[in-house]
């Protein structure tokens, strides 16, 4: 990726420059951390075998021809809150923690029963498959001997700030049609907006307390320092289809869903990618300066490819139902295909975005381009509800949602060129009620989300730095360690409902 003619001391140089994480964190990387209409959602989302209400559109398009009347469906998730502590992330005792509450619509649907054509059902909606942000900011501010030629202690500063915001919003149509009295087939078809925006920053600092002589010349001002920044931002509009198939019987229904690949390509906007970085005023332990350097580059709109892509998926569902009709069980799982590394971001860099004697003879082509890429991962899900007393049904559910990140291998390309990201496993339990009032539905509910990981690699080591770190190739920070431990919790309250309209009494 890097053609390059350099000495030895270029060398550290520059595979400290292709060698040094861009420590860029992107999405949630989980595909099930997505809940939708609170009937589903307090299932746990293991309805592909029947009983997704208003959701059905997204998890079995041939369920739609479960309902007798046509209905919308206004869900919201009424509040959320999100808990981030991860320790020792920038060097021993120093952790990133972040919370965050928010409040927002997440599922408008319109399911239609025509009357001229009763084994027909329809569906448009509206749902937000992701909606995940995390901003964090620390600083560490010091007096140690950091710098090799100078004596005395230096005032150590760095500054690190991160900011990620991403959205995946999901505009769909599809129809269901009964063949028979126990067999049904369904088609959806969505349009994807993927929207992201992220910002990292690591700007650090070493500089004396007073004057200084140099070579025996007196300096008034001297500051080592290296500064990293990225800056990503793009809407990706893509393309994707579900194909469902439900087998109903009085006791038990059977189903499974197809979801293709999304289809790229169709439009894209608000696209920027930017990088800088430069160091100056770094010195090897043996004395020898390393040379400064400048690398800036930034790119928009059409000079910016981005391709954004989503996985080809299969579930498959079992619902059962006891003699009486009162309790029913759910189960779902999802298997998940993987996607080989592929280019998320890239764009042409300009051949003079490198300023130093050291990048004299350096072609520099994927500057701009960061990797994305996705595990196979199967998730399983569990559901149970039960009719407590007429018009009140209590429900609850569990699902995995395992991380497709986690471990991934990178090859053809460097795993540092991927826009990294906590890579947690995650759990979600939960619980809630729905009435039944004048003939229309309620639905109130909780869920609790957990993740845990432990002895990660540290993002930065600000708590013991060297002015140059040769086990990293890093200038100003420490060698990192295997001690990062990641916790995250969340709670959401769930508030619905469903009007119903036309004669029918299902829900």
Known sequence: MISYRYNKRQKIVCLFFVLIPFLALGQSHNHWTRSFNEESSLLSGAVVGGGSGPAAIYYNPSSIAEINESKFSLHASLFSYNFWEVQNALGDGIDLNFS????????????????????????????????????????????????????????????????????????????????????????????????????????????????????????????????????????????????????????????????????????????????????????????????????????????????????????????????????????TIEYFDGLDPYRLVEANENPDLAAGSIFEEIVFNEWLTYISGAKPVLNAAVGYSWNVKENILLMAGFRTDFNFRKNLNYNPYLENMSIKGFDLNVYHITAGLSWRILGQDLITGLQYSFGRDKNQEQWANLSDPSEFNTNELVPLQGTLENNMNTGYNSISIYFGATFNFGGGNNK
Do not use: C
């Not at 920027?272 to 400048?294: A, F």
């Open 100 to 331: 965050r509450g928010i409040i927002e619509p997440r599922f408008i649907s319109y399911m239609i029963k025509p009357k001229n054509h009763p084994e027909w059902s329809l569906e448009i909606a509206f749902l937000n498959n992701e909606n995940y942000h995390l901003e964090v900011t620390q600083s560490v501010d010091k007096n140690m001997d950091i710098l090799e030629e100078l004596p005395g202690d230096e005032r150590y500063y760095s500054f690190f700030q991160y900011s990620n915001s991403y959205r995946d919003d999901w505009l769909g149509i599809g129809g269901s049609l009964k063949l028979s009295p126990k067999f049904y087939i369904g088609t959806s078809m969505f349009i994807s907006v993927k929207s992201l925006d992220y910002r990292y920053a690591l700007e650090i600092e070493a500089f004396p307390l007073d004057s200084v002589f140099i070579n025996n010349q007196y300096v008034p001002f001297y500051s080592a320092n290296y500064l990293k920044m990225d800056y990503i931002s793009y809407n990706d509009y893509r393309l994707l289809f579900k194909i469902g198939l439900l087998y109903k019987t009085d006791r038990f229904s059977i189903g499974i869903n197809f979801t293709t690949p999304s289809i790229g390509g169709i439009y894209s906007d608000g696209k920027i990618v930017t990088r800088n970085e430069k160091q100056s005023n770094i010195t090897l332990e043996t004395g020898e300066p390393l040379p400064d350097y400048v690398l800036v580059e930034y790119k928009e709109k059409n000079d910016v490819f981005v391709n954004s892509k989503s996985p080809l998926s299969v579930a498959a569902g079992f619902t059962y139902y006891t003699a009486d009709g009162s309790k029913v069980f759910y189960s």
